[in-house]
C-alpha cells in the first residue's frame, strides 16, 4: 500500500489491534508521573511474583484452546496442586517427593478428565465443570477452609 493512499480509515483500522496496549501504557505513564515509587524493584518483583501461577496456568490452557477444547477446571486445579504442595511441605517432605506428588495429584486429575471425555464421548464443558466442584472440594476439605499462607 503506498503511502498516499493510507487514509484516516486505513491508519485506524492499523492500529486497532494495539489500541488496548496504547491505553495501559498510558496508564503507566500517567501513574509514574503521579507516583515514582511504582518502578522500583520490589514492585515488579511482587508483580512476577503474584502472577507467575496464572502465567503458567495459561500456558497450559492455551494448549487447551488451540485444540479446540475447554477446561473449566484448570482453575481449582492450581488450587488443589497448590493446596498438596503446602500440605507435604508442612509434613515435612523433602522436595522431590513433594514435586513429583504435586504433578502425579495434577496429571491423574487431567487423566481423569480426558479419560472421561474420550470413553464417554461426553462434552468437555460438563466433564470440567464437574471437576471443577470436585477440586474446589478437595482444595477447601484439605485446607480445613482456611487460606493457605507461605510463611
Not at 508521573?33 to 518502578?39: A, M, P, T, V, Y
Amino acid at each position: 500500500m503506498k503511502l498516499a493512499q493510507f487514509g484516516s480509515r486505513d491508519f485506524l483500522k492499523a492500529i486497532r489491534p494495539f489500541v488496548g496496549l496504547f491505553v495501559v501504557l498510558l496508564l503507566f505513564a500517567m501513574d509514574a508521573e503521579l507516583r515514582s515509587l511504582f518502578f522500583k524493584g520490589g514492585n515488579f518483583k511482587t508483580i512476577l511474583t503474584q502472577t507467575v501461577i496464572v502465567a503458567i496456568g495459561a500456558m497450559g490452557m492455551t494448549l487447551v484452546i488451540v485444540s479446540g477444547g475447554i477446561d473449566l477446571s484448570a482453575g481449582s486445579l492450581v488450587a488443589l496442586c497448590s493446596v498438596v504442595t503446602a500440605k507435604l511441605i508442612e509434613h515435612g517432605h523433602g522436595l522431590a517427593a513433594v514435586l513429583v506428588l504435586t504433578v502425579l495429584v495434577g496429571g491423574l486429575a487431567g487423566l481423569a478428565n480426558g479419560g472421561i471425555i474420550a470413553a464417554f464421548r461426553m462434552m468437555p464443558f460438563i466433564v470440567t465443570l464437574g471437576m471443577m466442584g470436585i477440586a474446589r472440594g478437595i482444595s477447601k476439605w484439605l485446607a480445613d477452609n482456611q487460606t493457605v499462607n507461605p510463611e
